[in-house]
């Protein structure tokens, strides 16, 4: 069953401006990730975060994890027109690692 | 470096007949391997796993099925495909030794059952 769920399922922004979306699950994790998907390709992974750490950067990207509200998010700073992709979280439940992936925020950055 | 090769790109087939879709993976040995589909517009369902050479774990069932019969190739086949199989399929592995890990996909069979 799935375990995450994305918030919103669709972001429309100016590039240069900065995008925020959030992942909530409902069991607790052992880690939580995100990933790219660009219009009929195979996902790349952006970042993993493990339960214990709160916050990861990676260039322009930002995930915080909230593990007393079940909930993450990613923010990308200064846009551009190629972060324009469908963003998910995926997570494990701490007894069984196998990853469950929600539905994914459709992210259009507009030039 | 790793790399994972899946193919066809792209497969339009017949209701009832049958499906092979091919995933090889380089680079690396003793690989966890995974394939997913993607219903239009929404998320990856787990369709089967594999942690080893003729280990197959099946998450969902229906009517597919999978096999590993190198360590670096997995393969999901069906013996007579239904309108419900149509999807994006996409393969993928991790390092061991726990199946949460960083996962790398490959691009993906664009699969339309008619």
């Known amino acids: 069953s799935q375990q995450g769920e994305e918030d919103p399922q669709a972001l429309s922004i100016q590039e240069g401006e900065n995008a925020t979306m959030n992942c909530s699950y409902k069991t607790s994790i052992n880690n939580l990730q995100w990933y790219r998907q660009n219009s009929g390709r195979g996902l790349v992974h952006l970042i993993l975060i493990r339960s214990n750490e709160r916050e990861k950067h990676s260039g322009r990207l930002r995930v915080t994890l909230d593990t007393s509200k079940k909930s993450s998010s990613l923010l990308i700073t200064a846009s551009r027109a190629a972060d324009t992709a469908s963003y998910f979280c995926a997570t494990d439940y701490s007894n069984d690692y196998k990853l469950s992936f929600g539905a994914g925020t459709t992210v259009t950055v507009r030039a | ?114």
């Open chain 2, 1 to 114: 470096s790793q790399t994972i090769h899946q193919w066809p790109a792209t497969l339009v087939q017949p209701v009832g007949s049958p499906l092979s879709l091919e995933c090889t993976v380089e680079g690396t040995s003793n690989p966890n391997l995974y394939w997913y589909r993607q219903a239009a517009g929404r998320g990856l369902q787990l369709l089967f796993y594999s942690v080893g050479i003729g280990q197959i774990s099946s998450e969902v069932p229906q009517n597919l099925s999978a096999s590993r019969p190198q360590d670096r190739q997995f393969i999901l086949s069906s013996k007579k495909l239904l309108l419900s199989d149509s999807g994006f399929y996409l393969c993928a592995w991790t390092e061991g030794p726990t199946l949460n890990e960083k996962l790398f996909f490959g691009s993906g069979t664009q699969l339309s059952v008619l």
